[in-house]
């Protein structure tokens, strides 16, 4: 089962930001909100809890002007955050680990960690680049990519940008499949260009990255 990547406290307070911006976004609308339904168990924190920590901290950091006091209340609310952000984690893992799909994750926002893998992760003769297609999913904000299975490949390591293509800065990371038939892309933005490459994960590392696609998100 495909775990969690609850590092927050070594992003940067922007990265952080956007990171449980997604993850807030991600969990309160669909697919989420049926694939982990509340109400959850008492022990781990409610989507509202989530709600308004991450509102809190997104106030605290909007008003920071640089001044001890006001720089104290935003790091404050972002340790409440985190708290929340890692408390949480477990209880997601264990729905999907519980469904026997690992793809539910993908819908959580969260960056997952990449399967281990023997050698160097770098790009594998023996896993050429796939042939990728994207199509919008049924829910807003989705964009479902589809490639044809390989052999040797374990799961699908899928990136997504925004901005420029040609930026690496711009691609984004963390989406990662077992099923090349459902490489999930969540949490964007209706009316945005986005732009995915696709590559295989298999014992040897990754392979090649696919050419990439775009498709306005709806």
Not at 135 to 163: C, D, F, I, M
Request: zero cysteines; aromatic letters at 8%; hydrophobic letters at 40%.
């Amino acid at each position: 089962m495909q775990k969690l990547i609850i590092t927050f406290d070594r992003l940067s307070l922007p990265n952080f930001l956007t990171q449980s911006q997604r993850i807030e976004n991600a969990l309160t609308s669909e697919p989420a909100l049926t694939l982990f339904p509340e109400p959850w168990p008492a022990m781990f924190p409610s989507r509202a809890n989530l709600t308004a920590a991450f509102t809190a901290f997104e106030t605290a950091y909007d008003a920071e002007n640089g001044d001890k006091h006001a720089i104290a209340i935003r790091d404050g609310e972002r340790k409440k955050l985190t708290r929340i952000l890692k408390r949480l984690a477990p209880y997601l893992e264990s729905v999907a680990e519980a469904a026997g799909d690992p793809a539910m994750l993908e819908t959580t926002g969260y960056s997952l960690r990449q399967p281990i893998v023997h050698g160097v992760p770098t790009e594998s003769d023996t896993l050429p680049a796939p042939l990728l297609t994207v199509r919008r999913g049924t829910l807003s904000g989705v964009v479902v990519g589809r490639v044809k299975r390989q052999p040797g490949a374990t799961a699908w390591n899928g990136e997504y940008a925004s901005g420029d293509p040609n930026e690496p800065a711009n691609w984004k990371n963390g989406i990662l499949s077992t099923k090349a038939s459902q490489i999930i892309f969540p949490g964007l933005t209706p009316g945005t260009m986005y732009y995915f490459r696709v590559r295989a994960v298999g014992k040897d590392g990754y392979g090649a990255w696919s050419d990439v696609a775009n498709l306005m998100a709806v």
